[in-house]
């Protein structure tokens, strides 16, 4: 076990380098061999196996190995028994290994040729939300968000509770996870039904922040979801005395394409909204 250990944290080390990473690939049972490493029962062994695999799942190439082996299998069944012991701050290792396990299920999802195939990570990761440990929480968060992207994911991650915790966690102060959150919840979809919890909840506040984020994708998430909820009077009404038209405005002059788009439809509903308010109920 110490000598596995050993060549385990070698390789990790390794595979910092992306030319390390591509002779590796050359050389299919030293991968396997490494996948075979996430059920060591020693903790430090397996942390330095998942990061080895981490470093690999950034080759596409690599994704492709990586799935005939079975390594999202081995990952899953690990993170789900994670899942039924709670956090413990002082278990590095096994912290350290489930962030890494996650940052290849990210690539994974993130990768359009694998998204549709990951529903059997939906609730192990949706579960991990729940965690008190940001690094597990962000990549779980960048994880699920990713998957959220295919609308063939979109109804079994709502029945895992994936939307509901997503936009709670627009209140986390890590800004990792509130970007994840916002394009997630974007993805999910909300309309006027959601709107007083949304105002009740603080999350609207969050969203108008969000409309000044350095990332684009993050700014029309956050432009995208506004405007659905902007379909109801107190929350256009709140939304205007919280300052939110002057950032949406501004994002049309945005660089990219849908975030422009974004902020046109939201202003558009808001407009919209506001005319048929204020339009006469008849001629007389």
């Known amino acids: 076990e110490a000598v596995q250990m050993d060549v385990a944290a070698a390789i990790a080390t390794l595979l910092d380098d992306v030319h390390q990473r591509k002779a590796l690939l050359a ?12 059920s060591s029962p020693n903790e430090s062994t397996q942390q330095h196996a998942a990061a080895a695999l981490a470093a690999l799942a950034e080759e596409s190439s690599a994704r492709e190995d990586l799935y005939r082996l079975g390594t999202l299998s081995h990952i899953i069944r690990t993170l789900t028994a994670s899942n039924l012991r709670p956090d413990n701050a002082g278990d590095a290792a096994g912290a350290s290994a489930r962030v890494s396990m996650l940052r290849v299920v990210a690539a994974f999802a993130q990768d359009s040729r694998y998204c549709n195939m990951l529903r059997i990570t939906i609730q192990p990761l949706v579960a991990m939300l ?32 994936a939307m509901r915790r997503m936009a709670e966690l ?24 959601d709107a007083v919890i949304f105002m009740s909840s603080g999350w609207h506040l969050s969203l108008t922040s969000l409309l000044s984020a ?3 994708d993050v700014q029309g998430a956050a432009a995208a979801v506004l405007g659905n909820l902007s379909a109801v009077a107190a929350f256009r009404e709140a939304l205007l005395a919280d300052g939110a038209l002057a950032p949406i405005l501004q994002l049309l002059q945005s660089d990219e394409l849908h975030t422009r788009t974004a902020a046109m439809r939201a202003l558009a509903i808001m407009s919209q909204e506001l005319m048929s308010t204020s339009l006469p109920r008849d001629d007389r």
């Open 27 to 38: 050389d299919m049972n030293s991968v396997s061999a490494i996948v075979g490493l996430l």
């Open 130 to 161: 729940e965690s008190g440990c940001t690094p597990i929480l962000a990549h779980a968060a960048l994880a699920v968000m990713a998957l959220s992207r295919s609308e063939s994911n979109r109804d079994a991650l709502r029945d895992a509770g």
């Open 170 to 193: 627009l209140l986390h102060p890590d800004e990792r996870v509130q970007s994840s959150a916002v394009q997630c919840v974007a993805n999910l979809g909300v309309d006027a039904s």
């Open 214 to 216: 350095t990332n684009a």
